[in-house]
């Protein structure tokens, strides 16, 4: 059974760029969410998509901003960077998104904006 | 507003002794908690939950302790082995929600010297 990866390992970009960040599910998982880790923190939920459709969005702004897969696997996509989303960010598949479903995560992107 | 904290931001056991975690948390709809451990460039591991109807569940060498008056629960692990040394998060969630996103509190580093 293949675990939750995520590409790119490490990312740098300047302001104002547009970044997008890709999570591959674990394998039969149908949702996936997507967390924000700033250094010192603990992970923000910034959104959970089940089956292709948003199920559910943290306070970040709309230039945040995802889509899933018909394989389930997602994307994070981040316009008009600013400093502060320098940060650590996780992806996390479950089963179904049941609120009894354990999530588990994948091994982040580590994205730096200059 | 930080609805799940943990105040302590690291912790140094000797192995074989007993770590004792902790995590508060303000908000009452939390109705299930869980125990996650980081080791660095990976991410989080699931380590451990408990449902609010429950005050304890045990693990092997992990136990956690709920106590709803209080709004606090702990993360014991008996007998402490250098491999544990990682950031452990507390996080909460509340079932009723349209998605169950985790909220989780800023870490403690725990550190078991051999």
């Known amino acids: 059974e293949t675990g939750v990866t995520q590409s790119p390992t490490h990312l740098i970009k300047t302001r104002g760029q547009q970044v997008t960040l890709r999570c591959s599910s674990q394998s039969g998982h149908n949702t996936v969410s997507w967390y924000q880790q700033a250094l010192g923190q603990g992970p923000q939920f910034i959104f959970q998509?089940?089956?292709?459709?948003?199920?559910g969005r943290g306070n970040f702004p709309p230039r945040f901003s995802g889509l899933q897969f018909p394989n389930y696997s997602s994307e994070l996509n981040v316009n008009a960077l600013e400093l502060d989303d320098s940060a650590l960010y996780l992806c996390?598949?479950?089963?179904?998104?049941?609120?009894?479903?354990?999530?588990?995560f994948g091994p982040g992107t580590r994205l730096t904006v200059l | 507003d930080q609805q799940v904290k943990q105040n302590s931001p690291s912790l140094s056991v000797q192995e074989g002794r007993i770590s004792i975690l902790n995590c508060d948390y303000t908000n009452s709809m939390f109705d299930y908690f869980l125990w996650y451990k980081k080791y660095p460039a990976e991410g989080p591991t699931f380590l451990i939950s408990?449902?609010?109807?429950?005050d304890k569940n045990e693990d092997g060498r992990f136990t956690v302790f709920l106590n709803k008056s209080a709004k606090h629960l702990s993360l014991h692990i008996v007998p402490s082995q250098p491999g544990d040394s990682a950031v452990y998060f507390c996080?909460?969630?509340?079932?009723?929600?349209?998605?169950?996103?985790?909220?989780f509190g800023k870490g403690t580093l725990l550190t078991v010297n051999p």
């Open positions: 996390a598949s479950s089963l179904t998104s049941a609120s009894t479903d354990t999530q588990y």
């Open positions: 408990i449902s609010s109807i429950k």
């Open positions: 996080a909460a969630r509340w079932s009723g929600g349209s998605n169950y996103k985790l909220t």
């Open positions: 998509y089940y089956r292709e459709e948003e199920n």
